[in-house]
Structures are given as structure tokens and as C-alpha cells.
DNA sequence: CGAAAGTATGTATTTTTGACACAATAGAAA
DNA sequence: TTTCTATTGTGTCAAAAATACATACTTTCG
């Protein structure tokens, strides 16, 4: 009886067959544009369709855990930072079975990570965000769309750049990464005062060489 | 083959046992101070630790349909309005087993939803939330303080007050909503002008009646 | 070395935000 | 009814913030 009700508020096991899955949005910063890498199957139901990469949780594994494994099993990135989204869970969204998806995006620059196709992956591309395909699978239009507005939401006030900048940077490298995220154009002196007033970064005291006026670089303050 | 394939990407059933639940974060609006819905569990390992109310979701139910039911299994309360907050997924948040938990949240007023004890609850109270008590269970000190702040962020740009106001109000009513969600002073003028600006609200040109000054009664205009 | 490109800083201008006063309205008290 | 009082509705003005813009300095490249 006492473990009845226990159990009823929380610990009750579930009773159906259901997948618990991770989707990661992971946006590409190259040339001064974002990119968003997608996964295409070339066989089963669902052939000729780009999904967001993504797979299956474990039991040992937590949400992030889960993002991490499957994005590295799917293309070889390590150390990627992942920031949450929302969880998904229409009970239409998969047409095979009963699919939760908790979805994820990351920031990084293509660079540094070449794709290693691993495993049975058919086909893994880079595309530009303003070219997407249209055949997206299940409801990863949605996903994608509000992956990328969280993103910006996250930028815009708590300067979530993850990787996107060297550990040192110059404020132009800084801003062209502002204009290009928010397709703005921004003046540069405007700029420079209002990113000091944030009080978030410090100068380096170095000069970037190889490139000309010889800006300082900057880094983000520790104690953020 | 193919099948294979397919299956590791989004299909493969989970390999273990694993509990999805909702739990929802229902904030009460009465005389002008907000207010938190706790359970007490009288019974079990978790003796007089408060929670959110929350439960398993099954195999029928989207994870609002389950947060619904969670919450109309507790407390009688029918036809609210939930958002959805994040996902939690770390292994030990739950001692007994791995639980899953996507966290929502809701805005009422008690005095439309009096509390119907239902089932198995053993205790179940409104706190006010500068005094939440001190003893939560699992990550739920956690849980409520997410909620908390993507209430005020929900409501600070898009407006979403649920159910605390009634079709028709006065600005003022507005306003001192406002002012006890953010625990500010705004001046009445200045507030009549930011919020005429946004431009969501219409004049019903009906009058307040039973309230000195004759103030006006406005809506949210249609298309929002 | 000079020209070109880019950085760093200061100042003027516009826009937004915040502070503030008073007449009109409706309920309450006489 | 009349008076009193609390509350509404409206406009102006100053401060602050965002934006536009000019000029001097630094480095690369031919």
C-alpha cells in the first residue's frame, strides 16, 4: 500500500515501448556563413530524406551523454559544447513507433572538425542555413527552425559563442561573427563601445600580426 | 540489412528501463503575491520531502496530454495551459531508478481551481514563493527556479499572463501584474506608453464599473 | 617610401527611456 | 444632492542610450 502510492506519484515503470532520442542542430560557422549539418537515408522509408543527426539513449548515458555519443558516432567531433532546446514528443512524429526526442544544438567552426564518417552513415553534408532542403524528415523542419532561434536567443544576452572564436580574437573578428548571425551590418565604433560596456572582455596586450591597422586581440573575462 | 541501418538511427528501442514523467511547476496568482503548488509525500523513502506535482506519462499521450493528466490526477484541475520549461536526464536525480522528467509550467489563478484531492495524495499546499520550503526532493529546488525564470522571460517579451487576468481588464490591472511578477514600481504613465507601443491590446470602450477613476477595459487584440 | 586598408578614439545628433503635474471621472461620505 | 477622495487619462521635459559621423594612428603591400 505505502509503496503503491509511492509509486504512483513517480517511480511507476512505464508501460510501452517507447525510444528516447537526442537530436542535435550543430550550426557551422565558415566564411562568414552558417551551415547545419544533415544526415540523408538512402534506404528504408524515409530514403531521400535529411534528418538532423541523432540517435537512440542508453540507460548509462545522460541527455548531453547521448547527444555526444551519437554526434561522434555519426560524424568523429569530440569536446563539442551542446546546449538544450526542448523535447518533442507528438505522438505522430514518428510514423514507425512511439519516438521523444530531446533536442540540441551546438556551435562550431567545420575546421576543426572534418567530418569522420563512421559507422553506417549513407550520407552527412554541411548546408547553408539559407538553403535547406526541402525534404526534411518527420518534424525536423521544426526542430531546426527552433533550434536556430533559441541559438540566437542565446547569443543575444548571455554571448554564447562556443567555439566560433580562437581563445583570442580581434573586436572585428568579434563583430563580423554579430553581423553575421544577426544579418546586420553594424558600425564598427558603435560596436567597439557597446561590447566594453558588457565589461565581459579583457586585452591581451598582443597584436594580431599578418593582417593590417594591428589590432589587439581580446579574450572573454574568467569570471563569467 | 537496410532494416539495420534504418533502426540505428532513430528506431532501435530502448534497452532499458526507464521512466518518463512531467512534472509542473502550477504558479498561483492570489492577492497580488504568487504562490507554488507543492505535494508532500507522507510515506516511502522520500518522507516529508516536497514536489512538484508530477507522474508517469503512458503510451497515449503527448507530453502535454501527460502533464493534463498528471495534474488533473492531483489536484481536479482541468484546462490549463502549460509551457514547456527543459528536459531533465541526469542518472542520479532519481535514487530508485532512472527517471526522465520534461518539466512544465502554469500560470492560475487558485481561486478558479480549488484544490480537489484525488487518488492517493497524501498533502498538497500552495507556498508562497519567497517561502518555499526548504526540504525538496530529488533536483526540484532546481526545477522550480528554471521554471521561475522562463515564466518571467515568457512574459517579458510575448505577454503569455495565462489565465491571470480576465478577458476584459483595466490597465492597471496589467500593470500590477507586471509589477509583482518583477517585483517592481512602474510608472503609470510611461507603463500606458510601452505597452500601447507593443500594440496587442484594443480598447473594448466598455467601462470598469464599481472602481473609482472610470478606467477603460482592453482585450488582446485577436491576431497575436 | 607612399598608398591602401584597417584600427582606435572623440564628438555631435537622434532616439529612447524615465521623471513629473494636473484636469477629469466615479465611488464614498456627508 | 453635494462634497470629498482615490484613481484614471493625458503631455512635456530632461536624462540617458543608441546611432551617425570625422579624424589620427598603425600595419601591410607594392
Known sequence: MEQEKLQHIQVKPNSFECSITTDIAVFGYVEDRFKILLTKRTVGDFKNHWFLPGGVMESNE????????????????????????????????????????????????????????KENVESIEWFDMENIPENLGFDHARLINDAHMHMKDNLKDKLIVGELLPEKFTLAELQNLYENIFSIKLDRRNFRKR??????????????????????????????
Open 62 to 117: 545522460t541527455l548531453v551523454d547521448c547527444a555526444q555519443k551519437v554526434l561522434f558516432a555519426l560524424t568523429g567531433f569530440k569536446d563539442i559544447h551542446f546546449e538544450q532546446v526542448r523535447t518533442y514528443g507528438d505522438l505522430e512524429r514518428h510514423p514507425l513507433k512511439r519516438v521523444i526526442t530531446v533536442c540540441f544544438y551546438a556551435l562550431i567552426k567545420p575546421e576543426n572538425h572534418p567530418i569522420a564518417l
Open 195 to 224: 561590447i566594453f560596456q558588457m565589461d565581459i572582455l579583457e586585452n591581451t596586450n598582443e597584436k594580431k600580426t599578418g593582417v593590417k591597422g594591428g589590432p589587439f586581440l581580446y579574450r572573454y573575462k574568467e569570471n563569467r
